[in-house]
């Protein structure tokens, strides 16, 4: 079905790129359309943001809303939610949203902040365990293990943040780190004053369970040794990839996938601009997210007074 109206912006992403976006489309007086799968993004999924200014600490669920709230101030800015934009269409003077719901939304500019998704490990039977004691989302998932044994796949930040909050919850928590740990230093010294057994240069190599999760085998990457570990659940915190599959065909990516832009979030496409993690942008954190969305959105207004739109 084909929405009629054309706004002036239509907007791929609910995270903080995409939030701060409408902020100053809506400031700018410009009609805003929001399509977006979920509310708040990665946000929703991180413990404890305690490196946003002015917020020395606030959970993530908790900015999230607050985040939400301010872009829902704004009477000019829609939302749809629960739309995933498969395919963006190039019109010249409007560009469109197509969503795997079958809706699609017309804009005379766009901006894509779709953000990032955890990246799978491509070990044995991990798509059999998906859900099953393997999860992708500490945050989400961490409190059902009270009192049980917990792996955690990943040694950077992500990782290391997810056994420091498991410690408070499981009765055992093993870290497995590729190579050698390197999280953000705050993180390592925390680290040192809790206990988590660390497998460093180890590698996983098959989820063993019958319906559900109850170890996994691992492999020293220097002896070739495999021994098993008992555990009750996997966590995979090994980072992120972009949500740019549908987008390939229009826009152009790197290597890792993400959408190439200007120094202005300009793509190669006139008129259809990105931000946020979806980017090539190499730092990833809520607050670039937010700057970046909202110099987006500024080069929309610039772009659509070009045009003669506005
Ligand atoms: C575990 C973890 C901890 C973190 N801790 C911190 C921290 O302490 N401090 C910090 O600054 N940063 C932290 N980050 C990073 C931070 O969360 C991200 O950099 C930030 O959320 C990126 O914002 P974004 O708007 O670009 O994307 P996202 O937050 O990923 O939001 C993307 C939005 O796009 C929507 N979407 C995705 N695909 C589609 C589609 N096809 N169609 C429609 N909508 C779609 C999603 O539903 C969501 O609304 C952490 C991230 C993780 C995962």
Known sequence: ???????DVIIAGLGPAGESAAIYTARKNLSTLIVAYDSGGQLTKTF???????????????????????????????????QEVVAIEDHGTTKKFITAEGREFQGRSAIIATGAKPKTVGVKNEEKFNGKGLTYCTTCDGPLYRNKIVTIIGGGTSGVEA??????????????VRSQLRAEPI???????VSVDIYENTIPVEILGDEYVTGLRI??????VEQELTTDGIFVEIGRAPNADGLKNLLQTNDNGE?????YNETNIPGVFAAGDVTDVKFKQVIIAAGEGAKAAMKVSEYLIKQGQK
């Open 1 to 7: 079905m084909s929405g009629e109206k054309v706004y």
């Open 187 to 193: 993180l390592m010294d925390r680290l040192k004053e």
């Open 163 to 176: 056994a420091l909050e498991m410690v408070k919850i499981a009765s055992k928590v093993q870290l497995i």
């Open 48 to 82: 404890d943001v305690e490196n946003y200014l002015g917020i020395p600490y606030s959970t993530g669920w908790e900015m999230a809303m607050k985040f939400e709230e301010h872009v829902r101030k704004y009477s000019n800015v829609e939302i749809e939610l629960m």
């Open 219 to 224: 492999r020293d990457r220097n002896s070739s």
């Open 259 to 263: 959408i190439v832009i200007s120094t």
